[in-house]
């Protein structure tokens, strides 16, 4: 285990804390995965299935409303998906909270403030209907790049640093 992987560990033990501030990134995660996932999306009712967007490079990023570095990100992720939903990209947000209103709410506050093109499916992970092969996330924020294969490159954990954007959109536009 990394020097940085077992203080960044303790450190979330010893506190309790429910987010990752700081980021590292596998690049081989730890057990090479296709990417599987199907769910109800929370603003419209709708199936998601992450087999449908294969042939797009997807960022799935498991969130909780609670959690301050998540929510703080989320402006920085719309910006990217505008800018990127068009040329093959999809951003999903998997929200980990124990309750659906808490994320319904925010839901519905991100309706009435965000525009629709910044909008990126959001689907809760505590919902009878949701089922995906990610495993356990221990803490968020956790992201899972998939690439165009439907194959997960990369795991990140904590913030997403801007080299690892960078790496993102070499897979989007490279």
């Not at 319904?104 to 809760?124: C, K, N, S």
Request: aromatic share 10%.
């Amino acid at each position: 285990m990394h020097r940085r992987h077992f203080i960044h560990g303790g450190l979330a033990t010893l506190f309790g804390a429910p987010c990752a501030p700081l980021a590292f990134a596998a690049d081989k995660p730890a057990a090479a995965l296709n990417a599987q996932m199907k769910g109800v999306m929370v603003h419209d009712l709708q199936p998601f299935d992450l087999q449908r967007e294969r042939g797009k490079v997807v960022l799935v990023f498991f969130w909780s409303t609670t959690c301050a570095v998540c929510r703080d990100k989320l402006p920085e992720f719309r910006v990217n998906y505008e800018a990127w939903r068009d040329k093959g990209f999809q951003l999903i947000a998997v929200n980990t909270d124990a309750k659906p209103e808490d994320l319904q709410r925010y839901v519905d506050l991100i309706h009435r403030a965000v525009p629709e093109r910044q909008q990126f499916p959001m689907v809760w992970r505590g919902d009878a209907r949701h089922a995906d092969n990610f495993g356990v996330v221990p803490h968020v924020p956790t992201s899972f790049l998939v690439n165009r294969q439907g194959q997960v490159v990369k795991e990140i954990h904590g913030r997403i640093e801007p080299a690892l954007w960078d790496d993102i959109a070499e897979l989007v536009l490279g």
